[in-house]
């Protein structure tokens, strides 16, 4: 089904809207057009590209929130977070994360990544990482983007901890997960 530029144009404001971290091959498979098209309508309509859009979203809704640490101290991009219950983040994968050699992204990158947001997490100004227990189940390469998903799971039994669990995915393949024992000051006394 052909469409005039100015359906096309509409449709892709809409699409942005209800999704704005879609991609433009995303957004070329649901129109039917060209990636290139799509780069071409956005730049007409002034629509910034999904990294940009992904941190504007970061910048104007996660500011006030994250109490813990700076949101540009956190590696990765935070797209989602309710403080205290869930987050998710976005980290692309360049040639400075990974090892000449082989291309395969160093693993204090991954861990950098789940532990800023176990971190961020945690609606306490001195949230601190007790102990954490990891796992990298597949190599990462440069050029992936790696989904990091975080869920606070319980309280343990010290005083002033709580768990949060760690997932990261590449496209729908998990390459890390963890569980991140965090001091947290709220929890003290309970």
Known sequence: MKRSKAERHELLQEKITESPFVTDEDLSQMLGVSIQTIRLDRLELSIPEVRERIKLVAENN????IR????EEIIGEIIDIVVGE???SIFEIKAEHVFKRNQI????????????LAVAIVDDELALTAKANIRFTRPVHEGDRVVAKANVRSKTGHPGRVVVQVESFVEQNCVFNGDFEMFHRKFENE
């Open 68 to 71: 813990s640490l700076p949101v």
């Open 86 to 88: 869930r987050a998710i």
């Open 62 to 65: 996660l500011t006030d929130s």
């Open 105 to 116: 992204a160093r693993g204090h990158h991954l861990f950098a990544q789940a532990n800023s």
